[in-house]
């Protein structure tokens, strides 16, 4: 799917039909993964801020049915060390929406049913959405 907009990947999250609870965001810095997170907390009645992990690798915020959503970036870490064991600690909870940006250092930690987004961000400022 094409999405023209910062507002129209926004609009994505808080609509996206949650159907694991484990969820991997994959595309370029600037692509949009974080503004689809914000979406999604807005969707699960989440007040506070999103804000990109970048730096703190892992946020957590509660959800208005007593849930928790967990956003990693995995972006400055080669290799996760301890962050793996929070990491499955946080995916085999069922009461966590686990998001997951930069996996690559933790593929073999994902569950087999978990969804993948692809976003490329196109030339014109569109992006190209791939659900998995």
Same mark, same amino acid.
């Given at each position: ?85 929070? /990491?499955?600690? %946080?995916?085999?909870?069922? !009461? ?6 930069? $996996?690559?250092? =933790?593929?073999? #930690? /994902?569950?087999? %049913?978990?969804?993948?987004? !692809? ?6 400022? $569109?992006?190209? =959405?791939?659900? #998995?």
């Amino acid at each position: 799917m094409k999405l023209s907009s910062e507002q129209e990947m926004l609009e994505f999250g808080k609509n996206f039909k949650i159907s694991s609870n484990v969820i991997e965001l994959i595309g370029d810095v600037g692509t949009g993964k974080t503004t689809f997170v914000r979406g999604l907390a807005k969707q699960l009645g989440i007040k506070e801020n999103v804000t990109s992990p970048s730096f703190t690798i892992s946020k957590t915020y509660a959800t208005k049915d007593n849930k928790t959503l967990v956003h990693y970036d995995f972006y400055r870490l080669e290799d996760p060390g301890i962050m793996s064991e929070d /990491l499955a600690e %946080n995916i085999n909870n069922k !009461n966590n929406i686990v998001v997951i940006e930069w $996996s690559d250092s =933790v593929k073999n #930690l /994902l569950p087999k %049913n978990h969804t993948t987004i !692809n976003i490329k961000y196109n030339d014109d400022g $569109s992006r190209e =959405v791939e659900v #998995l």
